[in-house]
């Protein structure tokens, strides 16, 4: 498969629907290829839901969708037990059975369910009863937040964001951007997103990209990234060892659907922001951004 062709042919027809955000769709899909999950910040109305939904629909797989909202309990995502007319113990499968989720709002979600997902994103299986019920093959999870400021959000857990291998900031449009928009609704109707790739194309996506070559000076430069979020004075918390993985399997993957067969720092300079954002705490008396704190590191690293 040309790993290349096939994300050029997703991305026309994801801007059927979608006016700009090239950087996004192609964070989104890296995430794909590199076996991961991403989560989508940013305010209301800047068309989080309409990516993810407009990238499931490029993919012959099956889709669900999860509303985040104060009362969504564990049960709402990972299912339920239930008696039969027979009297029998039935499992009745929540909507993490599938191969694209989108949860929508996460951080509108109580903690106790926010935690519910932890095992789903990280071994890919649901314990019910103590029996392990593995979920479809590929599973990737897209969660929306708001910004902390919105009311109504809870912050989430760091131990749940880590699961995430990217977080994805997604700013207000341009004005030009936004004027594409209205165009784009007002034909909407009458263009249908065709499929591209099944799930079975994922797969081999993903079997790929682990073939993809990671010279060593680009593996140094990723641990010295890493190993920098732990020693700078605003960070209360560096990015663990699972931030040098994510980089190391999202460089992959980028470089493989842009058609080449090795990474480089340009890559890794490009994913920084979005795998280490939600893994770094800083202080709050520092004065300095996430932002800020990985250009620094950037800057000073080269």
């Given at each position: ?272 922001k979005p795998i280490l954002s939600h893994r770094i705490a800083v202080r709050a008396t520092g004065g ?15």
């Open positions: 498969m040309d790993a290349k062709l096939t994300y050029s042919k997703i991305l026309t027809e994801m801007k059927k629907h979608i006016a700009g955000k090239s950087d996004t769709i192609e964070l989104m899909f890296v995430s794909v290829v590199a076996n991961g999950h991403a989560l989508l910040e940013g305010v209301p109305g800047v068309a989080k839901t309409t990516m993810t939904k407009a990238l499931a629909s490029t993919i012959q797989a099956e889709f669900k969708r999860i509303q985040g909202t104060p009362d969504l309990e564990p049960k709402d995502i990972v299912g339920y037990t239930y008696l039969d007319e027979t009297g029998a113990p039935t499992f009745k499968k929540g909507p993490v059975f599938t191969n694209i989720l989108l949860v929508d709002e996460l951080n509108r979600a109580p903690p106790k369910t926010m935690s519910a997902l932890l095992e789903t994103l990280e071994e890919r299986q649901v314990t019910i009863g103590g029996s392990d019920m593995q979920l479809p093959r590929p599973f990737t999870a897209f969660a929306t937040q708001n910004p902390l400021r919105i009311e109504g959000t809870e912050p989430l857990p760091k131990v749940l964001a880590d699961r995430f291998i990217m977080k994805i900031d997604v700013d207000y449009p341009s004005e030009e951007e936004e004027r594409e928009m209205m165009r784009i609704k007002e034909r909407e109707e009458k263009i249908a997103v065709e499929k591209v790739i099944d799930t079975q194309d994922i797969i081999e996506l993903q079997q790929q990209a682990k073939m993809i070559n990671m010279p060593d000076d680009v593996a140094t430069y990723i641990t010295d990234i890493v190993n920098a979020t732990r020693t700078d004075i605003h960070v209360v918390m560096g990015a663990s060892p699972r931030a040098d993985i994510a980089l190391m399997q999202c460089g992959k993957a980028k470089a493989l659907i842009e058609g080449r067969n090795s990474v480089t720092k340009d890559d890794v300079k490009f994913l920084a300095v951004g996430v932002r800020g704190i990985v250009d620094g590191i950037l800057a000073t690293l080269g």
